[in-house]
């Protein structure tokens, strides 16, 4: 065999499972794959540390707002990639008596941000100032989020919950392999935002243990005086004196005018699943709610998972919906937003009525700037269920891999460069190939758009599941698919999260499929239709961590191999 035949071969090889799943008959049938079970109580999340300390505080007593608190800092500890202080996230929560809410605490642009302000004098994009440095920075929503939720509906003392991550970050926590890889890519850029004797840029290799003195100060300065001390306190004066520094524009102002919201959950129906969802300025909940419905009249079951059949019809909903998303939606304290009209039934049957089964409906002839993916990005989500019954879907970022890379070496942690989730300029694309409108525009003190869609999923009144994930403008179409692959496919929880994943938003108008996903029948299938096809460029499509509730009450986690996620519970 020459050298040629054989890579062949072992491509063909190494792509049989993925044919063996997209082929499955009845006949085949195998033992059914499951992620953990736990009689109680779960955490799913990045980092086995951060999921173990969730876990051990519902142990102590405490339930999952408690949880939050403890996975949350232990994830800006032991992650810091995405977990953070810098960020900001959305949480969804469905109590054991199935009242429901959720709490935004997305970063805010500063008050001295502007429309322009990441335009030249032609009036033409900077590139990079949006994503790289101080002036790429909201400003942080996480501690404020943490506290208000714990406070309200929390059991246990912040100090108490605080205590093992600080200790964590103390005694330090052990460099993974894939963390070793992410650190050494970023090292130089964090040099050159940071300085040379940047704390991330040191070398970091597998097995080395990082402890992070100047987080676990930071942290016990919060256990004691509270969520003020982040805001008004030394920390908000160090954070402030350091951003300036940088060329940053966040005041002491910004930071004690910071407040979460607790936002009314996005809530619509599909088939017999009751889906609550994040509202904006997240527009995870709206535009998966606008996908399912889109998607609620075909029958998917029959199809088959991942075939071109069902490619078809849900990239259909999806372009449908992300245009709908780019035009629509943004902050709801500074825009209108039609939320009951783009989640209408008539409206959504009617947007699906210039599918043609035998044709891709062509997104549009401009735009076609693929920019996805130019670096690595992430991300984080961890679902929660305590022994009480409390469900909590929670995702959180600083926007791209280590935010702005401006690290705050007195305080311990990375700075979010979610500014580049705004719309710089309408119809330019931002870090993830979305095109923003005037209702995502900046404007002092506004929140910029999010995908995030952490998603809780009642089935005939119970909670079903819990589900979330990383992914930029890929989270929400991950999270359609993992609730259809166990719904529609009745896969198990932990299937449903290793399925292989695809992805359109309308502009760039192409599908994206994870590598090796994608076998050549469907391929020749999809393209005979005129479907653009971004053939494995894009390693992997989202990081789902995710809990289903079994019918005997379990628990099962559904933890993503596709990263170093893992799941832990009693
Ligand atoms: O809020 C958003 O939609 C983005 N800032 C999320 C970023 C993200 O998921 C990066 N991860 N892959």
Redesign the pocket.
């Given at each position: 065999m020459n050298r040629t035949a054989y890579i062949r071969f072992a491509a063909l090889l190494l792509s049989i499972p993925f044919l063996v799943f997209s082929c499955k008959t009845p006949t085949e049938e195998k033992e059914p794959k499951r992620g953990l079970i736990a009689e109680n109580a779960m955490v799913v999340s990045a980092r086995g540390e951060a999921s173990r300390i969730g876990v051990e505080i519902m142990q102590k007593g405490g339930n999952a707002f408690d949880a939050m608190m403890a996975t949350e800092m232990a994830l800006a500890v032991t992650f810091p990639f995405a977990g953070n202080l810098g960020g900001g996230g959305f949480a969804v929560y469905r109590m054991a008596n199935g009242d429901i809410g959720s709490i935004d605490y997305r970063e805010k642009a500063p008050g001295a941000a502007y429309r322009d302000m990441y335009l030249d004098e032609n009036g033409e994009v900077i590139p990079g100032l949006s994503t790289k440095g101080a002036l790429a920075s909201g400003v942080p929503g996480t501690i404020a989020g943490i506290f208000e939720a714990q406070s309200k509906f929390g059991k246990l003392d912040p100090k108490e919950i605080l205590q093992p991550v600080i200790d964590l970050a103390r005694n330090g926590f052990v460099v993974s392999t894939q963390q070793a890889n992410r650190l050494q890519g970023i090292r130089d850029v964090v040099r050159e935002v940071n300085g040379e004797d940047t704390f991330y840029g040191k070398e970091y290799n597998a097995g080395d243990t990082i402890k992070n003195i100047a987080l676990a100060e930071t942290l016990e300065r919060i256990a004691n005086n509270g969520r003020d001390e982040f805001y008004k306190g030394e920390t908000a004066q160090v954070l402030v004196n350091h951003m300036k520094e940088m060329g940053g524009i966040i005041t002491l102002e910004d930071l004690a005018s910071y407040e979460a919201v607790w936002r009314n959950p996005i809530v619509f129906d599909y088939k017999d699943l009751r889906v609550i969802s994040m509202a904006p300025p997240s527009s995870g909940g709206v535009t998966i709610g606008q996908i399912l419905k889109m998607v609620e009249p075909f029958d998917l079951k029959s199809m088959g998972h991942n075939s071109a059949d069902y490619v078809q019809v849900l990239t259909e909903a999806m372009r449908r919906a992300y245009a709908d998303r780019n035009y629509y939606l943004g902050d709801p304290d500074f825009v209108e937003i039609p939320i009951a009209e783009l989640l209408d039934d008539e409206y959504l049957k009617n947007r699906m009525e210039s599918f043609n089964p035998e044709k891709a409906t062509l997104s549009s002839d401009i735009a076609e700037g693929s920019v996805l993916f130019a670096e690595s990005?992430?991300?984080t989500h961890y679902s929660i269920m305590d022994a009480e019954g409390n469900a909590l879907a929670v995702t959180t970022?600083l926007?791209?891999a280590y935010g702005s890379k401006v690290y705050l070496d007195e305080l311990g942690f990375f700075m979010n460069n979610?500014m580049d989730?705004f719309s710089s300029k309408a119809g330019v694309p931002n870090m993830f190939g979305l095109i923003g409108a005037e209702a995502n525009s900046i404007a002092p003190g506004k929140r910029m758009l999010?995908?995030?869609t952490p998603t809780l999923v009642e089935r005939d009144g119970q909670l079903w599941m819990i589900v979330g994930t990383?992914?930029?403008s890929t989270?929400i179409t991950a999270v359609a698919q993992t609730i259809l692959n166990a719904y529609e496919f009745d896969m198990t929880m932990q299937e449903a999260v290793e399925a292989p994943r695809f992805h359109h938003q309308w502009l760039p108008d192409q599908i994206l499929f994870e590598e090796n996903s994608l076998d050549s029948t469907l391929l020749k299938i999809l393209t005979a239709k005129n479907y653009l096809i971004n053939e494995g460029r894009t390693p992997i499509i989202g990081s789902v961590d995710a809990i289903m509730v079994l019918p005997d009450g379990k628990l099962e986690g559904g933890a993503d191999p596709r990263r170093e996620n893992e799941a832990a519970g009693y």
């Open positions: 990005m992430e991300t970022t926007n791209g979610e989730d999010s995908s995030m990383p992914g930029g989270i």
